[in-house]
């Protein structure tokens, strides 16, 4: 009878204790950034260094980890900040941060366009 209740807990700890996973919402990303984002980089440029833009080939030359996963390398970005850019960690969730890069990574996809 243990055995029965043990194996019981166990499937209702696994089916209710899963968090679920969500994917990242691009337009709510896009809100987050026409609040946080878009005073520098407006259209996918850069207002204080013209090169370090949000366009595809730049993402892939200047964000670290980019090739290995294009959403991450961007949250981890907007997460830590770097050089000029501040770090967002503090002001945004994570989920918010994952919606952002979403955001980002389906605009660069489309060349800003």
Known sequence: MRRL?????????????????YAADVAHGGQLFSANCAACHMGGGNVVNAER?????ALEAYLANYSSGHEAAIAY???NGKNAMPAFGGKLSEGDIADV????EDMASKGWA
């Open 101 to 104: 890069a979403a955001y980002v």
């Open 5 to 21: 209740f043990s194996l019981i807990a166990l499937c209702l700890a696994l089916v209710l204790g899963a968090a679920p996973s």
């Open 77 to 79: 970005q907007v997460t």
């Open 53 to 57: 833009t949000l366009k595809q080939d």
